[in-house]
């Protein structure tokens, strides 16, 4: 959205108060959300003719008799809490309220993944590390297809181990990517990196990388390698979560792309998907999937991760609750 939408937007949210807004925040995306929250914190205090400006551009009124005054950093955080929930909102919240400018990452995530591999793949790997974490999960999976093997291992082993950033190891970053966190030493860590992120971002890597990066990761540290084995939400375990889940999900997938996944599915998981469809909607599946030649393992891993994507925004949304082989929720 455009800066001056992006303004009216967050003069909005404000004036709708915490629970409308938190309301609101729950449709976005993560991206829009961080943008907003960023907008919101920057608004220190509203002129009344620029919120009635806005307000009427939205059919609303206004009937404050003053200009508007918030403690923004307080609001932010509050409702980013009510909407996103205490796990998901504080990371947020500490990247908008605590993070200061960070124009050179928001640029990063704009750009294709081989352009973002090439402008830091002669950077130290833990510099490499840091500057991932503040990227899309599958985002990352991307950039790191694009490195050798021994730089992709070294980078994912760091970003395991990450247990936080602090202000003053970001100004390692070059002048291209801006400072990310500004202020003192006094300011509090990001909570970025460990082993729930590396679980993630394997989850959208290629079967063949993410073999050699578990196993990489398996001769440094064993245990290190299964927690991460047990955090990841692969395709099969779908057979994990509950029918309602599974015919919610199947409501959100295009019938192309769920044949395709489920060429490379189990028998054990494709009835699973049967018997949440209506009897002709099932026989009909399995006439396509019959009828379906032969497919490259690529196209099916990729409609696989793109039904996993659609997964993980159900969950993001609480619609579906997934389950881990550690018994965790992961979201």
Same mark, same amino acid.
């Given at each position: 959205m455009a800066d001056d939408g992006l303004e009216k937007s967050a003069i909005l949210l404000i004036a709708l108060g915490e629970d409308y807004a938190s309301e609101v925040l729950k449709h976005l995306g993560p991206r829009e959300v961080q943008k907003l929250g960023h907008a919101m914190a920057a608004l220190k205090t509203v002129p009344r003719a620029r919120m009635e400006e806005v307000l009427a551009e939205f059919h609303a009124t206004a009937a404050e008799s003053a200009g508007v005054s918030v403690d923004t950093d307080a609001y932010v955080r509050s409702v980013l809490t009510k909407a996103l929930g205490d796990d998901k909102a504080s990371n947020l919240i500490s990247r908008i309220l605590q993070g200061g400018d960070t124009n050179g990452i928001e640029g990063l995530k704009w750009l294709? /993944?081989?352009?973002? /591999?090439?402008?830091?793949r002669n950077e130290h790997p833990q510099i490499i590390a840091t500057i991932l974490v503040h990227l899309e999960k599958d985002h990352v999976s991307d950039i790191l297809n694009n490195f050798t093997d021994r730089l992709r291992n070294d980078v994912v082993l760091r970003i395991a181990t990450l247990e936080g950033i602090q202000p003053e190891a970001l100004k390692e970053l070059n002048d291209v990517m801006l400072r990310l966190l500004s202020g003192s030493a006094n300011i509090k860590k990001s909570a970025m990196g460990g082993v729930r992120t590396v679980a993630e971002i394997l989850n959208y890597m290629g079967s063949a990388n993410e073999t050699t990066v578990i196993d990489s990761i398996r001769e440094y540290d064993p245990d290190l390698a299964q927690?991460?084995?047990?955090?990841m939400f692969v395709f099969e375990n779908l057979l994990d979560i509950d029918d309602r889940s599974i015919q919610l999900l199947l409501r959100?997938?295009?019938?192309?792309?769920?044949?395709? /996944?489920m060429k490379g599915a189990s028998e054990e998981l494709r009835e699973k998907i049967f018997k949440n469809m209506s009897q002709r909607a099932a026989e009909m599946l399995r006439e396509d999937l019959e009828s379906r030649g032969p497919v490259r393992l690529s196209e099916v891993e990729s409609e696989q991760k793109e039904i996993l994507k659609i997964v993980r925004r159900l969950a993001d949304e609480g619609q579906i609750v997934l389950g881990g082989a550690g018994g965790e929720q992961m979201v």
């Open positions: 294709d /993944a081989p352009t973002v /591999a090439d402008l830091i927690r991460i084995l047990d955090e959100e997938i295009q019938s192309d792309s769920l044949i395709l /996944a």
